[in-house]
T-cell receptor, first 111, second 111 residues
Framework: DARVTQTPRHKVTEMGQEVTMRCQPI?????VFWYRQTMMQGLELLAY????????DSGMPKDRFSAEMPDATLATLKIQPSEPRDSAVYFC?????????FGPGTRLTVL | AQRVTQPEKLLSVFKGAPVELKCNYS??????LFWYVQYSRQRLQLLLR??SRESIKGFTADLNKGETSFHLKKPFAQEEDSAMYYC?????????????FGTGTRLTIIP
């Protein structure tokens, strides 16, 4: 049963620290998304890739966030420096046949 | 720009009663609409899409272009329907890749 995996599942860090979240998309899926979920905003698209190339990162604060796909099996989302307002659940998803398959999320708390 | 509105953050319904979760959208093109669901301690997953015109777990949703709505309905609520529900829109000119989500409705079924 192929699934999107994300690590870590939980992360607590202090303001100013670097945070790296990782995602392994389902093998063969060539489109990968990063979302942020908060109570107030719901699910917001941060960035997405097709065939490892970034297509849209307009939802991402450029000064502190960066997203990459070093290879087809790994997507990363980095925050440097982190701030308390970044506290949220970050989801990765990969896509096949117009359906997005979501990972379990990384719950980030920035103190 | 596209927008998805779910006016109810919280909705409580008695078991056996009808359920309707509202979703309105704004988009100048021809959209594809979806409902995603997140059960407790599970990952977000696709519930249904308007092009399929199917009933999943007793839920149906009809795209009303005149009212720009895609409300989710079920005639008789069950306790296992308690979950977070997200309405989402796919932009046709992005090859149906990018999804814009609403802020979500938390549905609670009262036994």
């Amino acid at each position: 049963d192929a699934r999107v995996t994300q690590t870590p599942r939980h992360k607590v860090t202090e303001m100013g620290q670097e945070v790296t979240m990782r995602c392994q998309p389902i093998l063969g899926h060539n489109t990968v998304f990063w979302y942020r979920q908060t109570m107030m905003q719901g699910l917001e698209l941060l960035a997405y890739f097709r065939n490892r190339a970034p297509l849209d990162d307009s939802g991402m604060p450029k000064d502190r966030f960066s997203a990459e796909m070093p290879d087809a099996t790994l997507a990363t989302l980095k925050i440097q420096p982190s701030e308390p307002r970044d506290s949220a659940v970050y989801f990765c998803a990969s896509r096949e046949a117009n359906e997005q398959f979501f990972g379990p999320g990384t719950r980030l708390t920035v103190l | 720009a596209q927008r998805v509105t779910q006016p109810e953050k919280l909705l409580s319904v008695f078991k056996g009663a009808p359920v309707e979760l509202k979703c309105n959208y704004s988009y100048s093109g021809s959209p594809e609409l979806f409902w995603y669901v997140q059960y407790s301690r599970q990952r977000l997953q696709l519930l249904l899409r308007h092009i399929s015109r199917e009933s999943i777990k007793g839920f149906t949703a009809d795209l009303n272009k005149g009212e720009t709505s895609f409300h989710l309905k079920k005639p008789f609520a069950q306790e296992e329907d308690s979950a977070m529900y997200y309405c989402a829109l796919s932009e046709s000119n992005f090859g149906n890749e990018k999804l814009t989500f609403g802020t979500g409705t938390r549905l609670t079924i009262i036994p």
